[in-house]
């Protein structure tokens, strides 16, 4: 999620690579306020309009929160219209002109689904990938989980279990909290470290397996479809030292 920036700390603005006029940027900021004032006062949906406002003046950091809402429409009251992820993606642009890590990660997952008929952005991996790998270098834990997984696929880039296991693991450390499953997978397929995986998988499945208390998945970040592949990798991690066991024992007869 991208962060709830203040007032007065006002990104820089740009729009197309060009500094605005005073005045426009005087706007963008005036509108970016008034969308502020408004979100703290429980109005989404003039937030939104106030956020848009100034998105369309090159406000980035108005840009990528207007990009954000208009995708989910989540806590806005209204309706989504047609054209919303076309907008969308049009102010995620402008946002990662100006720099905006949140704003990168955001559209390299646009490309990296590709629906083009919705968003205008044709499913482009390569891209996808370079963009979390900047918005990544630029501190965003969210773009390290995604450039780890296509490095894991090989999705964008040339697979390399390796490094993916260093980024999942940066992630994790700077709370990507789900990074524990792909890292249990890794441990499990490709280090052979039944341990380790059984650690991972048990971070998320919960003290008592398959916890989905829904206080729990809000404050870890992650889904019951989370704790249900962690609990049934789980049990193969443990099954499987359980037969590593079993065969060392025979060995010893």
């Known amino acids: 999620a991208a962060a709830r920036p203040t007032a007065e700390a006002v990104p820089e603005i740009r729009r197309g690579g060009a500094a605005p006029s005073a005045a426009a940027a005087a706007d963008a900021n005036a509108a970016y306020t008034a969308a502020l004032e408004a979100e703290a006062s429980g ?37 989504r ?50 963009l979390f790998a900047e918005a990544g270098a630029r501190g965003c834990a969210a773009a390290d989980y995604n450039l ?43 280090d052979a470290d039944l341990g380790a995986a059984a650690r991972h998988f048990s971070a998320v499945s919960g003290d008592v397996p398959g916890d989905v208390s829904a206080e729990r998945l809000e404050t870890l970040g992650i889904g019951e479809e989370d704790v249900a592949e962690a609990t049934f990798c789980l049990a193969d991690a443990t099954e499987r030292a359980a037969d590593v066991g079993l065969a060392r024992l025979e060995r010893r007869r």
């Open 81 to 130: 219209a047609p054209d919303d992820s076309r907008r969308a993606a049009r102010y995620l642009r402008v946002a990662v002109a100006a720099g905006d890590a949140d704003a990168m990660n955001a559209l390299g997952a646009m490309l990296l689904h590709g629906d083009e008929k919705a968003t205008g952005e044709a499913r482009d991996l390569e891209a996808a990938a370079r």
């Open 43 to 79: 109005h989404a949906h003039v937030a939104l309009e106030r956020l848009c406002e100034a998105a369309e003046l090159g406000h980035a950091a108005a840009a990528t929160r207007a990009a954000t809402a208009l995708m989910t429409s989540e806590g806005t009251g209204r309706l």
């Open 148 to 190: 780890a997984a296509c490095l894991e696929a090989g999705a964008g880039v040339a697979e390399d279990a390796g490094r993916a296991k260093s980024l999942f693991r940066r992630a994790l450390s700077l709370g990507v909290f789900r990074a524990h499953l792909p890292l249990g997978r890794l441990a499990l397929r490709h």
